[in-house]
């Protein structure tokens, strides 16, 4: 528990972060997410196989298959993070965005983690990834909700 000196001088050093859009160094973001509700933007990209990539993530956090995705940013839009995360982790652009679900995951990892979940059109075969029709042996667990709640979705849609 922090102390009342604690408290204020922790008010006062985020109080000076005037630009967070530019200027949330990623320490201070990363010391937020376990105490406060995050936003992922998670990509859906499938195939014409219907087949639906996932990425292998290896990091402090996951060590597992998973849905490509980022941590919206302070006034980031969602199609922003969308775009951001196709060009960098799969080297693609998306061509169409189209929103499936939302998921909640109060005791997540990281801390408390919403999850927006996204079906994408890309404009070529993603450089990174691989396409699975029944969901792997080691998805990360977040992302086994976030699998069985897609089949489900796109199902419905077609």
């Not at 985020?14 to 160094?25: A, F, H, V």
């Amino acid at each position: 528990m922090l102390t009342q000196r604690e408290l204020k001088e922790l008010v006062t050093l985020l109080k000076k972060i005037s630009r967070p859009k530019r200027d949330l160094p990623q320490p201070v973001f990363d010391a937020l997410i376990p105490v406060l509700p995050f936003i992922a933007c998670e990509l859906v990209v499938t195939n014409h196989r219907g087949e639906i990539l996932l990425t292998w993530r290896d990091d402090r956090y996951w060590k597992g298959w998973h849905f490509p995705g980022g941590l919206l940013r302070y006034g980031e839009s969602f199609l922003h993070r969308i775009r951001y995360v196709a060009r960098h982790e799969l080297g693609v652009r998306v061509t169409r965005a189209r929103f499936l679900s939302v998921l909640n995951y109060p005791g997540a990892g990281r801390g408390h983690g919403v999850s927006l979940v996204w079906h994408c059109t890309v404009d070529r075969t993603p450089k990174k990834g691989k396409f699975f029709r029944r969901m792997p042996h080691g998805i990360i667990w977040e992302h086994r909700r976030v699998w069985k709640n897609v089949r489900v979705t796109l199902a419905t849609m077609e």
